[in-house]
């Protein structure tokens, strides 16, 4: 089963602290992402500050989203 994210920070340089339901927190760079026309907008970091638990993954207000799995397996564990 799949670990769900349940909380996310916003962080500096493009990062997202991200809190799983089995107890673990990862760090999930954005940065290679803003290169794909579906994230260019986070670019403009008040748009990606707006980052918000949607589901069993992440969102932002302009309806961007990552896959829960490349989420939690393209993270790195603090």
């Keep these: 089963m799949r670990p769900r994210a349940i909380d996310v920070k916003p962080l500096d340089d493009y990062n997202l602290l991200i809190s ?3 107890n673990e927190i990862r760090i999930f760079d954005v940065k290679p ?3 794909y026309k579906q994230f ?3 670019k ?3 748009l ?3 980052v918000k638990i949607d589901g069993l993954s992440i ?3 302009n309806g961007s989203d990552i ?3 490349e989420l ?3 993270s790195k564990s603090l």
Excluded: A, G
Aim: glycine residues 0%.
């Design 20 to 22: 799983f339901d089995n």
């Design 33 to 35: 992402y803003l290169k």
């Design 40 to 42: 260019e907008d986070l």
């Design 44 to 46: 403009d970091i008040s």
């Design 48 to 50: 990606f500050r707006t």
């Design 59 to 61: 969102s932002w207000s």
């Design 67 to 69: 896959c829960p799995d």
């Design 72 to 74: 939690y397996n393209n």
